[in-house]
Structures are given as structure tokens and as C-alpha cells.
């Protein structure tokens, strides 16, 4: 019986993605870092660390995880630091983006005590991204400095750039976007030392052309020789790599809707779904088909949109069934929250042996522990 609500990490399918970008980091000679932000199950980082040394933090909470759990400093990036953080932040990183030139004018004095690389995020108002939520090239974006406000001369001190403008994308929307950044950037290049191409490369997904981007990076490194090409995808190392397994506790009925109640919510366990939208896969269900069985899944939220539906299955479904959610590793198990209080999902590896290994229940006092 599996322990649900359960996130269950496959580490087969795990090694197998950090098998594929090791292979790409090799090849394309680039490095690929880490992004905490979509994967932060530090239980695992000692599997990570075969493969792939350096992470990439967004908060000082991420760059301390670097520290403490890969044991090496982060290359943090964060929309904004403060005057608070920024010390302990500079403690833990070795490379610094900033995402404006008056918070790097703000922390550059701070950063030399720690013989930090500074780089600036800049934002070429070109994405490929279509869902505005994951767009940072949005009109009036918040995000990295437009070319127009970079002077032709980068301040003292700026050794890096940085670009973050895929979600979920493949090898030639970065070939696109690269050519707007050297069209739009180009000139800036001599000045610096490095060049991170940000996340959102989804080198793991099966129809993902990986020898189209080893190609695209090797010409790119071909023409400027001189600059270090740091990748950091977050999705890619966990995509595809396990599941979120559920009970049904209860089956409602509605107005022909039958409504299948689960020991999970989308709101609290799955947000993306409700976010971005999207459907998520059920193991062994399929788009309604009439005169099958059909089902809304249900959150145990209270939250009236907390369900996403319809699935058929080949059987009526019953109490005490398993639902397992496909693909629930990346980003959900950081995003998760304890909204309503509702029972918090395990976190479980199912080892390399096929043994499954509970690696954190949640209680009680975890929830309360948040608030006061
Ligand atoms: C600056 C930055 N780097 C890296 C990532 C990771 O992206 P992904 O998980 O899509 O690869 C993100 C995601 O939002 C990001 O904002």
C-alpha cells in the first residue's frame, strides 16, 4: 500500500535525467547549474551531486540550501535584494545577478568583500513563452533592464549577463531568442566574462533536440571563445521523474457530476494545474469517453475551484482507490502549501532497488510552526 498523500521521487528516472545533462554539459562544453526554485528536495542532492556540482539560488533561503545541501556557493539571481539579506546573501554566492543597474550601483561595494562576479539580467522583449503568467518579456515587464537603459559602456564591476525568457521550451526557441540577445546585446559582449542563459530548456523531454542545442551552443562559443555559457533549468533535472499519489476518500454526485474526493488538493499540492492551467495525467485514465465511467478529480480544500476534470476510467472508481498524478515533482513539491491545514503529502524516493524509502512525513506541528 502505497503512503498517500505521497510525492514518490523515481530515482531510475531521476539518474536518467542528470545522466542526459551531464551528457549535454560535456559535449556543448558549458556548465549546468541547478534551479532550486523548481526542485529543492535536498534529500537527493547527494545523488545530484554525482552528477552536477553548482545550483542557482533566488532567495537567501535557496543560497543557503546551496551551501549547506550541495555544499558549494550559489549563483543567485533575485528580482530584488535588501538592504537586510543582501550581506548574508553575498556570504553564500559566488556569482550575483542583479536584475536593475541601481540595485547593483545599491550592493556592488558589499559584493567585493566576497570576491563576488556580478552580473546584470537583461530582458530582450522577445519570449517565445505564451501564458503572459511565465512571460518575463511582457510589456512592461519587472524583469532585467532593456537595452535602451544599458549604457554602451557597462559600469565597473559587471562581469556577467544574464537572460531568462523560455518556459518549457526547446532548443530552437533559445536559437531564436539568441539571435535577438547578440543583435540587441551583441556590442556588450567584449565587456563581460560570462553569459547564463537562464532556465526553461526542457533538455529531458523526450522530443527535446539535443543535438540542435549542442550545436547552437557550440557556435555560439565558437564566435565569442572567451565566454564561460551557464545554463540553469530547474524543471529538466525533475521532469517526468515521479508521481503524487492519492487515495479517493469520497464520491460525490451533482447534476449527472460525479466527483471523485481525494486526500490531495490541487490548490495546495498541485498549483500548477490551477496556475498555468493545465490537465494533469492520471495513471490509467483518459479523456471522457461516453458510456465509461467519469470522474472530476477533487481537492480536500475548501477552495470551490480546488478540482480539475473530466477523466474516464475502465472501472467505476471506489473508496479507497489510488489516484496517481503523473509528473508531480517539478515545481509543485516547492510550491506547496498548507492552505486549510489539510494533511501535507509524504515525500518518498523509490530507490534504484525498487524499495520505497520515506524520506519526510509532515505532522501537525509543521503547520502550526508557520504562523504564530
Ligand atoms: C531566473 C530563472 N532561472 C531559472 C529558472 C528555471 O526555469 P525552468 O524550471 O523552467 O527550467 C527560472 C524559472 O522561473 C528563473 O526565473
Redesign the pocket.
Known amino acids: 500500500m502505497l503512503p498517500t498523500p505521497c510525492y514518490i521521487l523515481n530515482e531510475k528516472d531521476f539518474r536518467k535525467n542528470l545522466e542526459i545533462i551531464r551528457s549535454v554539459e560535456k559535449q556543448a562544453d558549458v556548465q549546468i547549474i541547478l534551479?532550486f526554485?523548481?526542485f529543492a528536495l535536498w534529500s537527493v542532492f547527494p545523488i545530484v551531486r554525482e552528477y552536477i556540482s553548482y545550483s542557482?539560488a533566488?532567495s537567501l533561503w535557496e543560497a543557503r540550501l546551496a551551501m549547506e545541501e550541495m555544499g558549494n556557493k550559489a549563483h543567485t539571481?533575485a528580482p530584488v535584494y535588501s538592504d537586510k539579506e543582501f550581506q548574508e546573501i553575498a556570504s553564500l554566492s559566488s556569482h550575483i545577478t542583479f536584475n536593475s543597474l541601481s540595485q547593483f550601483n545599491r550592493f556592488y561595494q558589499q559584493t567585493k568583500e566576497y570576491n563576488i562576479s556580478c552580473g546584470l539580467?537583461i530582458n530582450p522583449e522577445f519570449s517565445e513563452v505564451s501564458t503572459d503568467l511565465?512571460n518575463?518579456c511582457s510589456k512592461g515587464s519587472r524583469l532585467g533592464v532593456v537595452v535602451e537603459k544599458i549604457p554602451n559602456q557597462l559600469p565597473n564591476g559587471i562581469e556577467g549577463l544574464?537572460f531568462?525568457t523560455?518556459?518549457?521550451s526547446n532548443s530552437f526557441d533559445l536559437e531564436a531568442t539568441l539571435r535577438v540577445i547578440e543583435k540587441k546585446f551583441g556590442h556588450l559582449f567584449n565587456q563581460i566574462k560570462w553569459l547564463n542563459m537562464?532556465?526553461?530548456?526542457?533538455i529531458t523531454h523526450k522530443d527535446y533536440n539535443r543535438e540542435h542545442l549542442i550545436e547552437v551552443l557550440k557556435q555560439f562559443k565558437h564566435k565569442y571563445p572567451h565566454l564561460h555559457i551557464i545554463l540553469?533549468?530547474?524543471?529538466?533535472f525533475a521532469w517526468q521523474t515521479g508521481c503524487l499519489a492519492s487515495t479517493v476518500l469520497d464520491i460525490v454526485e451533482n447534476q449527472d457530476v460525479k466527483t471523485a474526493m481525494l486526500d490531495v488538493s490541487f490548490a495546495c499540492h498541485m498549483p500548477d494545474c490551477l496556475e498555468m492551467p493545465y490537465k494533469p495525467t492520471i495513471r490509467g485514465a483518459y479523456e471522457p469517453i461516453k458510456d465509461k465511467p467519469t470522474y472530476r478529480m477533487g481537492g480536500n480544500s475548501c477552495l470551490s475551484g480546488d478540482f480539475i476534470g473530466d477523466w474516464s476510467f475502465d472501472k467505476e472508481l471506489k473508496v479507497g482507490d489510488t489516484i496517481i498524478f503523473e509528473d508531480m515533482l517539478?515545481?509543485t513539491t516547492v510550491k506547496t502549501t498548507m492552505f486549510n491545514g489539510v494533511t501535507h503529502p509524504n515525500i518518498a524516493l523509490l530507490t534504484q532497488e525498487n524499495e520505497l524509502k520515506l524520506l519526510r512525513k509532515f505532522g501537525y506541528e509543521d503547520y502550526k510552526s508557520r504562523m504564530s
Open positions: 534551479a526554485k523548481a542557482t533566488s539571481y539580467r511565465y518575463p544574464h531568462h523560455l518556459c518549457e537562464g532556465g526553461g530548456h526542457l540553469e533549468p530547474g524543471s529538466a517539478h515545481y
